[in-house]
Structures are given as structure tokens and as C-alpha cells.
């Protein structure tokens, strides 16, 4: 049981590139959702899905996109990078929406030249 | 507007002694509130939580408390230990599918 996966665990980006960063949960949960952590901001919520075909916009959605076409994946796409999402991004997922203990990917960093 | 508030950027405490960490709200619709634990270079993984019914809740060395009326949890870790040198995320939940996070508290325990 895997858990959580992201990938990649590091990525460096030029400004105006695009990448998707991967996560995959092997537990059937409903409700996965993508945090950025930046020093001094805490986790903040930038989208979240709360089942397959459903997304939802978070506190900070702009420059990212997501979707969800199965229960186990959450990508989430850098349209045209920006040094500002230079951050650490991390994945989680719960159960369902009203089960609201989190399961965490290690994280992925990112930087943005 | 922040609705989740970890007034202390920071912490540090002797081992053995107790330490407390604060976290206020301003949402009247949370009604769960979690916290997270968090080392370097990790995913934050689940601590303790507690339900609004309730004002306490103690897990082994953990405690937290909750005052409705203030809008105010407290988690407490007694006695504690370098190991727990983490930072600490306050996660209230309620009213929303949005699931918001303090800005976290970085505990220090000193041998």
C-alpha cells in the first residue's frame, strides 16, 4: 500500500514552461486536493477534486489547472510557469470530503529561473 | 482574510518540559479541528483532532483542547521530546469542502 505518490521530487523550470506534476493514491479515496507551501504562508489550498470528473478552485487556482478523470489521479498543470510558483507542492487525499484526516505525498519542489 | 491563526511562527522548549502550541479562528462553521505534524523534507501527516462536542481529546503525550467561545484550541505535548521538533499545523474544518491550514508553528525540543 503505496499510499500517496508524487512525482517528480525536484524540478527546475525555465519562466513560461509548462509541466504537470503527478499524484496517484491507491486507497479509493473520494477527495484529493493539491497545497503549495511557501515560507511564512503555511499550506495553501490550490485546488481539489471531491471525485472523479469534479474540481473545484482552492485559495490560490491561478497559472494551474487540474483534473480528474479516475478515483486515483490528480495531476496538476504549471501552464506557463512563473518564479512566484517556485514552491513546494504537495498532494493529499482523505476518504471523502466529510472525512477530513488527510493523507500527504512526500512533495515536490519546485523552482522557477 | 485569514481564518485560521498560528500566532507563534516559532517555539522552543526543554525536553521533558511541556509544550504548548495556540491556534485561533475566526469561521463559526468549523466544527472539526485537526492538527498536523510536519519534519523537513516530508508530507505533513495527522496528529491529533477534535470534535466540536467535545473540549478535550488526549492521545498518549497529546492533548488538545478546545474553547468554543474564545475560538481557541491549544495543543499541548507532555512531556516532551527532540523528536517531536516538527512543525505543527492548526486545521479547523467545517462548512466548506475547502480544507484550510495555519500557517504553522515550528517547535524546538532542546536535549
Known amino acids: 500500500n503505496a499510499g500517496v505518490t508524487q512525482t517528480p521530487k525536484f524540478q527546475v523550470l525555465k519562466t513560461g514552461q509548462s509541466m504537470t506534476l503527478q499524484c496517484a493514491q491507491d486507497m479509493n479515496h473520494e477527495y484529493m486536493s493539491w497545497y503549495r507551501q511557501d515560507p511564512g504562508m503555511g499550506l495553501r489550498l490550490i485546488h481539489y477534486s471531491v471525485g472523479a470528473g469534479i474540481t473545484d478552485q482552492g485559495e490560490v487556482p491561478n497559472g494551474y489547472n487540474v483534473s480528474r478523470s479516475t478515483t486515483e489521479d490528480f495531476p496538476l498543470r504549471l501552464l506557463s510557469a512563473a518564479p512566484s510558483q517556485t514552491s513546494v507542492y504537495f498532494c493529499?487525499?482523505?476518504?471523502?470530503?466529510?472525512?477530513?484526516?488527510?493523507?500527504f505525498g512526500s512533495g515536490t519542489q519546485l523552482s522557477v529561473l | 482574510d485569514q481564518q485560521v491563526k498560528q500566532n507563534s511562527p516559532s517555539l522552543s522548549v526543554q525536553e521533558g518540559r511541556i509544550s504548548i502550541l495556540n491556534c485561533d479562528y475566526t469561521n463559526s462553521m468549523f466544527d472539526y479541528f485537526l492538527w498536523y505534524k510536519k519534519y523537513p523534507a516530508e508530507g505533513p501527516t495527522f496528529l491529533i483532532s477534535?470534535?466540536?462536542?467535545?473540549d478535550k481529546n488526549e492521545d498518549g503525550r497529546f492533548t488538545v483542547f478546545l474553547n468554543k467561545s474564545a475560538k481557541h484550541l491549544s495543543l499541548h505535548i507532555v512531556p516532551s521530546q527532540p523528536g517531536d521538533s516538527a512543525v505543527y499545523f492548526c486545521a479547523p474544518q467545517g462548512g466548506s469542502e475547502k480544507l484550510v491550514f495555519g500557517k504553522g508553528t515550528k517547535l524546538t525540543v532542546n536535549p
Open positions: 477534535i470534535s466540536s462536542i467535545k
Open positions: 493529499a487525499s482523505s476518504y471523502s470530503k466529510e472525512n477530513r484526516k488527510l493523507f
